[in-house]
């Protein structure tokens, strides 16, 4: 008895660590950048009742890697939080989420720069 008890314990914590049980409401995907080599995706999804996140991705044909992410709370949301411009090799998204200039470069030399201005 004792150790159907413990494995089913186990079995418990096991389902509850496991992330494919947590379910998000995908509100957006929209690709804001292509090129014949790789595009910039992000995804908007609800994470909580007023909690959002927002996950910017480099997809080519090797796969796809998560350039950053930003949770954000309803009254980002609801507002416009990204201005997106794009310039030959260099795309600048800009947000009220940053309070410093950060740049990324994906693997195919795709420039991101991430500003407040």
């Known amino acids: 008895m004792k150790k159907q008890i413990y494995f089913s314990a186990i079995c418990i914590i096991l389902l509850q660590s496991c992330s494919f049980l947590e379910q998000n409401n995908f509100m ?7 090129s014949l080599n790789e595009k910039i995706v992000y995804k908007f999804y609800q994470t909580g009742l007023n909690d959002y996140k927002v996950d910017f991705y480099s997809v080519d044909q090797s796969g796809s890697t998560k350039l950053f992410e930003h949770d954000i709370d309803d009254s980002f949301a609801t507002s416009e939080t990204y201005t997106i411009s ?4 260099e795309l600048i998204i800009q947000t009220k989420l940053f309070s410093e200039v950060t740049k ?4 195919n030399g795709k420039s991101i720069i991430l500003t407040n201005r």
């Open 28 to 34: 957006e995907t929209k690709i804001i950048s292509s």
């Open 86 to 89: 794009e310039n030959d090799d």
């Open 104 to 107: 990324i470069v994906t693997r």
